[in-house]
């Protein structure tokens, strides 16, 4: 089984070149170039006279790539707000764009000006990637469109990002969910953390919060080890978190990474010997664990299915209607998000100034719970849950189901400006304390 | 000391597995001279189908047996249908055909299936763990992988040179019309040739099943690896891919040990030393 016409050599050589540039270019497979998913759900009638002029809403979230359940959920999200809301906005039908964005930063850029350009919309929001919602944000920057960002980042917040006129974030700052959680973490689960980070952004962010916040919660971080997003050999990972001397270990990744980390930490059994806590946590996830993988975990979330509020529960109602099973997190960013924009247009603010103003220190609550946007640097404040997965036997009396499993919250961590950076913190550009990878 | 031969044992498995895939794509290369861009997506196809005979049957060896077969008669069909076109015509010809199948499958596969993944069960008989006398045990399961791996290298040979396929298949490549007016039905041979290569796809699939779960672009991640192991290894070269397959998952777990920010790109530093220093590959001929 040899190649022996040298002749031939080269050019299969250049071929394979050729192909790995393919490969490189096309690494999350899927979807068409544009990916637009137009979904017109106003009916886009007379432009003449302003008041029914359609109110544009470009989404841009991952509909491929490692996080493509996050982003379909936040597709359903944005699309039940606005049958929720009668597809209006007072007078002004709702139209919602949705585009992917292949959780690639130059796809990102390229949709957001597609939208802003082309489409002419009024709002942005969407994105499930710290690395997305920053080049998002910069095209609404230069458009002077107000854009929401619905995904974990510290960066939005700060300079050279955040820009008071146009940027608001309905996810929690990363440092904001880790401050919050650690003490529960450190008292109830041991005192040597181990973490395991995906080896972009939002893990470097986490990182560095968790470093800043164990020490005042009585935790030592026994060690750091980084995955490339999208690993799927988890495997020569275990015996380094094994032999760290660690009580937990965090794991910071989501989506695929998050549940081929757990079943093949299950088949080393490693929660004999650990706990395993996991920073983000969603029901689309679960769906892929099942109540095995699932049962014994600890998670921190800003939404479960399960929360005793009414605007949560009726929205839960409304998802389980219209997709048979409860919503996840990350689509409840995205209900919020048109529901503040539908709001706000009603009430008359639609300029981004008349926008800024009416969002600066409001206080509402979707299907969240009750939330603040912070006035000096536009973070909403909201409760923190921590969640323990239960076992079937359990579960299923407390209406968790074979597919999606079950976590009980076992903690409530009310929402307090004191787990955010400082007012002043956030006027400085974010520098995280190891140095941020080349990709 | 211990951790280094976890390590060490940890990156055979996953170099195990990377040999298999590698293999597949290099037999169809080295015999037939077609570059299969559809590889990965054929790997993600049999790991579905594994999932689908697995809901039906409930039995992890049925699967392990029936799915490579079930691959074999789907890789013959392709090669009936859309490559045998493609061997007279040039490589970026083949190339574009099944980089644009790739996308044709994984979006079928996601039309059918959905595009959330679904977890597979590993057989309850290996649910356990076994100590090897050093490091950590290991769950039974990948040492199981790596036996299976090793008779699939050890069939393919025997298949390439205790049987007349692979002189004829080469012969015919060199000089169809000759080997033709030998009485050889060239085409026959072929199609064995390419059936086998995804059969070994398939069963790629079916094994990484249960350590990974089965989701559309599981073969489009790791792919890019598969043809770097068959770079680095040598075009073409048999035992280039088994090789250069345990290399790398050997590099890549002892870098996650050390410095584990790195492990993600260490394959590809070795590709350019490679192909830099030894353009022909570890094992390859010029």
Redesign the interface.
């Known amino acids: 089984?040899?190649?022996?016409t040298?002749s031939?050599?080269v050019?299969?050589?250049l071929?394979?070149v050729?192909?790995?540039l393919?490969?490189?270019c096309?690494?999350?497979?899927?979807g068409g170039a544009g990916g637009g998913d137009g979904d017109g759900d106003g009916d886009g009638g007379g432009e003449d006279t302003a008041s029914d002029e359609p109110l544009k809403v470009g989404v841009i979230t991952g509909l491929?790539?490692a996080y493509?359940?996050l982003g379909?959920e936040q597709r359903n999200g944005a699309e039940l707000a606005v049958k929720l809301l009668d597809g209006k906005a007072g007078d002004r039908p709702i139209e919602v764009i949705v585009r992917d964005d292949q959780l690639k930063p130059e796809a990102a850029l390229r949709e957001a000006q597609s939208l802003v350009q082309e489409e002419k919309v009024d709002f942005l929001t969407g994105c499930v990637s710290a690395a997305t919602t920053l080049a998002v944000n910069q095209v609404a920057k230069e458009a002077g469109v107000p854009y929401i960002g619905t995904c974990q980042t510290e960066q939005l917040n700060r300079p050279p990002h955040f820009s008071p006129d146009i940027t608001y974030h309905l996810a929690p700052a990363t440092s904001l969910n880790v401050t919050a959680a650690s003490p529960w973490i450190c008292e109830n689960l041991g005192s040597k953390l181990f973490l395991l980070m995906p080896?972009y952004a939002y893990g470097h962010e986490q990182n560095a919060a968790y470093r800043a916040a164990a020490g005042d919660a009585g935790c030592e971080i026994v060690g750091t080890?980084?995955?490339?997003l999208?690993?799927?050999?988890f495997?020569?990972?275990?015996?380094?978190v094994?032999?760290s001397g660690a009580d937990v270990v965090v794991f910071g990744g989501a989506g695929?990474d998050q549940?081929?980390f757990l079943?093949?930490a299950n088949?080393?059994?490693l929660r004999d010997n650990l706990e395993i806590f996991l920073n983000i946590e969603d029901l689309?996830f679960d769906?892929?664990?099942?109540f095995r993988l699932v049962e014994g975990t600890h998670a921190m979330a800003h939404f479960y299915w399960t929360i005793e509020d009414q605007g949560v529960q009726d929205y839960v109602e409304a998802y389980e209607q219209e997709h048979g099973r409860p919503p996840g997190g990350y689509s409840v960013f995205l209900y919020n998000a048109l529901n503040l924009i539908a709001e706000q247009v009603a009430q008359g603010n639609d300029t981004p100034e008349e926008f800024r103003e009416a969002m600066e220190g409001l206080e509402f609550s979707y299907a969240q719970g009750p939330e603040v946007m912070r006035e000096c640097d536009h973070q909403a404040l909201a409760p923190v849950y921590i969640l323990e997965g239960l076992g079937a036997d359990e579960a299923e009396e407390r209406g968790g189901s074979a597919d999606h499993g079950f976590r009980e919250i076992i903690e409530t961590i009310p929402a307090n400006e004191e787990y955010a950076p400082t007012c002043e913190e956030v006027q400085e550009e974010f520098a995280p304390a190891t140095p941020k990878?080349s990709s | 000391m211990e951790?280094l031969t976890?390590?060490i044992a940890?990156?055979l498995?996953?170099g195990a597995?990377l040999v298999l895939l590698a293999l597949g794509l290099?037999?169809i290369?080295?015999?037939l001279?077609f570059?299969n861009?559809s590889h990965g997506a054929l790997y993600m196809v049999g790991a579905y189908v594994a999932a689908y005979v697995l809901g039906a049957v409930g039995n992890f060896w049925i699967a392990l047996i029936l799915v490579p077969i079930i691959m074999a008669m789907i890789g013959a069909a392709l090669e009936r249908t859309l490559i045998r076109p493609m061997y007279p015509r040039?490589?970026?010809d083949a190339?574009l055909l099944t980089?644009g199948l790739?996308?044709v499958i994984?979006?079928g596969v996601?039309m059918i299936a959905g595009?959330?993944?679904?977890?597979v069960a590993?057989p309850e008989e290996l649910a356990f763990?076994v100590s090897l006398g050093f490091?950590?045990p290991?769950?039974a399961?990948?040492l199981f992988v790596v036996v299976v791996v090793g008779l699939v290298v050890l069939g393919l040979w025997l298949f390439?040179n205790r049987t007349n396929v692979?002189l004829i298949v080469?012969g015919g490549i060199r000089d169809h019309i000759m080997i033709r007016a030998l009485g050889v039905r060239f085409d026959r041979y072929r199609i064995v040739v390419f059936a086998v290569g995804v059969a070994v796809a398939g069963l790629a699939g079916v094994l990484t099943g249960p350590?990974?779960?089965v989701?559309?672009?599981?073969g489009?991640?790791?792919?890019?690896l598969a043809?770097?192991v068959?770079?680095v290894g040598g075009?073409?070269?048999?035992w280039g891919s088994v090789v250069s397959g345990l290399l790398i998952g050997l590099i890549?777990?002892i870098t996650?040990?050390y410095a584990?920010?790195y492990?993600?790109i260490v394959p590809f530093l070795l590709m350019i030393l490679v192909m830099t220093f030894r353009?022909?590959g570890l094992l390859?001929?010029?």
Not at chain 1, 26 to 30: F, Q, T, V
Request: aromatic residues 8%; glycine residues 14%; without cysteine.
């Open positions: 089984m040899r190649v022996t040298s031939a050599a050019r299969h050589l071929a394979i050729l192909a790995l393919l490969a490189g096309g690494g999350s497979i899927g491929t790539g493509v359940s379909e080896d080890a980084w995955f490339p999208g690993t799927t050999d495997n020569p990972y275990i015996p380094r094994e032999n695929r549940v081929n079943r093949q088949q080393f059994g689309t769906e892929e664990l099942g990878p | 951790q976890s390590q940890l990156g498995v996953s597995l290099n037999l290369f080295g015999m001279e570059i861009f040039n490589q970026v190339l980089f790739t996308y994984i979006e996601r595009s959330g993944g679904r977890s590993g763990q490091g950590r290991l769950p399961y990948l390439l692979g080469r350590i990974t779960g989701y559309p672009e599981m489009a991640d790791i792919l890019i043809f770097v068959v770079v075009m073409g070269s048999f890549v777990a996650t040990l584990s920010i492990a993600g353009p022909r390859g001929t010029t």
